[in-house]
């Protein structure tokens, strides 16, 4: 049961006219740079695509988009962001957070950049102000870092008799330091010990569930990072079958099995990021785009998981849930 299915963001308006002169010279070039990889994020890549559709560019017809993608090694990254300021694209689209927003950054000081970022884009040193972003970057904060305490205290309000919550965090997240002293801050409050589970990538996933034995965690939230994004089906995968209840960042995690989620809308802000690089596109500058930042976040719980798992999901989480997986 779905109660609100949108996401508003700040940063101006949705949709702003086509250049008139973007049919009168050549195609011009999107440069996406991408950590991860493709497959998992075709949901998202339709809505950039629909975001610069919002603005009269369609792929294939009046604007080509070049894709690099990462394959979740981040050493990459540095040498396909080079390529695509090589081929002199107009405009630079990055997907996997600040890693791969710095390596567009480290690439070009002159072709415009709208990334897409978790962590604070002004702390990281990508911009200087939200308002006015500076430079040749400008983009949207999905905040997903600042959400890791309020995940962690949804998911103590599901498990209250746990003693225990785990973390699993990608050590090479741009903000993995700051993700652990957030939550064992968050745990501290909670009076309940914080095992911190660690993994790059997929390879390691299985040793790191195998460790929730020893670490007699009680439930885990799973950390923001793309790549895990990118993994969610086997991270559902190994949670159902070492039976422990796991929070997740998006929604995508829950619609596939996962049995909590808490975060703003992935596509909604794909398809912002789409609409940003069209008004770039049709000659706006990236030092007038403020920063987007959404203003809700929705509540998603599988209830089937939860009989799976032999949990009851208490009233008062199922009557702040945005949708209810039944």
Do not use: C
Request: hydrophobic letters at 45%.
């Amino acid at each position: 049961m779905r109660r609100r299915n949108f996401v508003t963001f700040l940063g101006g308006a949705a949709a702003w006219p086509l250049a008139a002169r973007s049919q009168q010279k050549a195609m011009p070039v999107i440069g996406y740079l991408g950590l991860a990889s493709p497959d998992p994020f075709a949901p998202l890549i339709a809505a950039f695509r629909q975001g610069l559709s919002d603005l009269g560019y369609i792929e294939g017809q009046n604007v080509a988009v070049e894709y690099r993608w990462a394959e979740g090694h981040e050493d990459r990254l540095a040498a396909l962001a080079a390529d695509l300021v090589t081929r002199k694209v107009d405009v630079i689209a990055t997907s996997g957070g600040t890693l791969a927003a710095m390596a567009a950054k480290n690439a070009t000081s002159t072709i415009p950049i709208i990334f897409e970022v978790g962590a604070d884009p002004v702390a990281s040193g990508l911009v200087v102000s939200y308002s006015r972003p500076g430079g040749n970057m400008t983009g949207v904060s999905i905040l997903t870092a600042d959400l890791n305490p309020k995940r962690f205290e949804l998911l103590s309000e599901l498990l209250p008799h746990a003693t225990a919550i785990a973390i699993l965090v990608n050590p090479k997240n741009f903000g993995a330091g700051r993700i652990e002293a957030d939550l064992q801050e968050a745990a501290r409050a909670k009076s309940l010990s914080l095992h911190i589970l660690k993994a790059v990538g997929e390879h390691e996933f299985d040793g790191a569930f195998a460790t929730l034995t020893q670490s007699r965690a009680g439930g885990l939230l799973i950390a923001n990072d793309p790549v895990f994004f990118s993994r969610r089906a086997q991270l559902v995968l190994l949670a159902a079958r070492y039976a422990i209840p796991t929070m997740y960042e998006w929604r995508e995690f829950t619609e596939i099995g996962g049995l909590i989620s808490y975060g703003t809308t992935l596509a909604d802000m794909n398809r912002r990021k789409g609409t940003y690089v069209g008004r770039i596109l049709a000659g706006t500058k990236p030092v007038d785009l403020p920063i987007v930042q959404p203003t809700k976040f929705e509540l998603v719980i599988n209830l089937k998981t939860a009989r799976a798992l032999g949990l009851t999901v208490p009233q008062t989480l199922l009557a702040r849930a945005d949708e209810v997986i039944e």
